[in-house]
C-alpha cells in the first residue's frame, strides 16, 4: 500500500483503466463515474489493483480505503495506513455537513458512491458510509450532529443487519431529538446497496428522497413504483 499521492487517478485510460472498467462492470455509469472521480479523488493501485477512495475530513488526509478488483482475492478491503483507521470519521464527512434532502448512511464507501450515482442532478441529496455496520462514538455523533440539516436521514445497511440499522436508526432519532430519521430494508434480492442493479437503486433513492416514512421495505415497495401507483 502506498500513499494516495503515488497513486494514479481513475481513467477511462492509462494505467488506471482496470479500476475504472470495474466501477462501470459493477453498474456505474460511465459519464456518471466521470463526474464522481474528481468529487472522490478516486484512485486506483495498479500494483495492488484496487479502487482506492480517499478519506478526508476538516482538510486532514486520514488515508484511504481500497477494494480488489480481482473476484479471486480474499482481501477485498484494505485500509492505508492502519486498519480500520477510518473510524473516527464518516465517508465523506465535509459534504455531509452542508446538509441537503436525504442523507443516506451505507456500510461502505463504494455503496456510498453507487448511491451518490443513482441521486438524479436536481436532487441534493447526499450518501455517506459508516466502513462497516458497527459505527462507532465519533461516527455515530457526526450523523447526529448533521440530522438537523437533512429533510430525512436514513440508514441503509446491508440487508443482513437489517435489525442492526433499525436500532441505529432509532438510537441517532434519540440522540438528535427528532424524528426524521428512519431506515431502509433493502431486501435479500439486493444484498446491498453496492450490488442492487443500477435502475432499481435509482428508483429506490428517488422515492426515499420523497419519503416521510420511519422504515421502507423496498422488496413491498418497489412493486407500487414499478407497477405506477406510487413513488417519484
Known sequence: MRDVSALSPLAPKGVAQPGYDYLVGRGVPAQRLDELIPRFDLRFDEQERRVVFPVREGGRELGYTARSIDARQRNRWLSYPVEGGHKTT???ADRVQHGGNTLFVVEGPFDAL???AAIAPEND????AFFGSLPTEAQLALVVAAVPFYRMVYM????NVWGR??????EVAELAGVPNVGAIN??????DPGATRFEELQR???????????EIHWMWERRLVVGGTKGA
Open 90 to 92: 464518516i465517508y465523506d
Open 165 to 170: 440499522c433499525r436500532r441505529l436508526a432509532r
Open 186 to 191: 433493502i431486501g435479500f434480492e439486493n444484498r
Open 114 to 116: 453507487m448511491v451518490t
Open 125 to 128: 441529496s447526499v450518501a455517506t
Open 156 to 159: 441503509m445497511l446491508d440487508a
Open 204 to 214: 429506490l433513492v428517488a422515492f426515499a428522497s420523497a419519503s416521510w416514512a420511519p
